[in-house]
């Protein structure tokens, strides 16, 4: 009996150790392992956002800064190539219009040139033919309906007539006026012609305007009647001063 209590007790005093180890694990905190790799505080030193140390930034400031010097100069370099364009091109612009106002008329003057010779010639057949008229008239014409044809055919110049029609500001310029039985101011007679470009005046007519006889008579009766009924007023008021 003595010897199984003995046995017992040695069994029991075994297992202590093992049971005090066992709560003393438990009663520790769990802390996870972590694998360190080899090589990962090395690639952590590199990395650029663990280095900032004073020199480094002023580095950086150094290279951003000569960046953008270059962007400035290329830049700068654009403007200059572009203004000068501009400046090359309005001088060229002026330069061409003042050649196309000297040289506009040339292509006219080349066709009138011809007319100044037939000029010429009228005059020279006029020293000849002094005393035949006609010979000289009919080449003045000739003159005329050629200068005539040039400016209408290929320059648009046409003349209009105004003799007989109603007289119009924007087509004829009045020289006299005179009344007669018109029922509308009308022109009666046309002293030089009226010229278009295409359909833009170029020289209004120089004309005589008719007006309408019964106008000035409308116009005295319009002012007399104010007039009478004035008179007739100052009759009335008359009357009453009279009269108290």
Do not use: C, W
């Not at 069994?11 to 802390?31: A, C, G, I, R």
């Not at 012609?193 to 000035?216: E, F």
């Amino acid at each position: 009996m003595s010897k199984h209590k003995h046995e017992q007790g040695q069994s029991s005093n075994e297992m202590k150790p093992e049971n005090e180890q066992t709560q003393n694990q438990e009663s520790q905190p769990l802390v996870p392992e972590v694998e360190v790799q080899p090589g990962a505080e090395e690639q952590q030193g590199n990395h650029p956002g663990a280095v900032n140390t004073p020199e480094a930034q002023l580095a950086a400031a150094k290279t951003e800064i000569e960046l953008l010097k270059t962007q400035f100069a290329e830049l700068n370099d654009k403007y200059l190539r572009t203004l000068a364009e501009q400046v090359n091109f309005r001088k060229r612009v002026v330069k061409e219009k003042e050649e196309f106002q000297q040289y506009a008329v040339s292509t006219l003057l080349n066709d009138l040139i011809p007319v100044l010779d037939d000029f010429d010639r009228s005059l020279e057949a006029v020293a000849q033919h002094q005393n035949d008229a006609s010979k000289v008239v009919d080449g003045i014409r000739l003159i005329q309906k050629r200068l005539y044809d040039t400016l209408s055919n290929k320059y648009g110049l046409s003349r209009y007539e105004s003799n007989g029609g109603v007289f119009d500001p924007r087509l004829h310029e009045a020289m006299f006026s005179d009344q007669g039985d018109v029922p509308e101011p009308t022109v009666t007679q046309e002293f030089m012609p009226g010229y278009k470009l295409h359909d833009r005046v170029v020289r209004t007519a120089k004309v005589k305007v008719t007006m309408p006889a019964n106008q000035n008579g409308a116009a005295s009766q319009s002012t007399e009647t104010p007039a009478d009924e004035q008179n007739a007023s100052s009759d009335e008021s008359a009357s009453e001063d009279n009269a108290s």
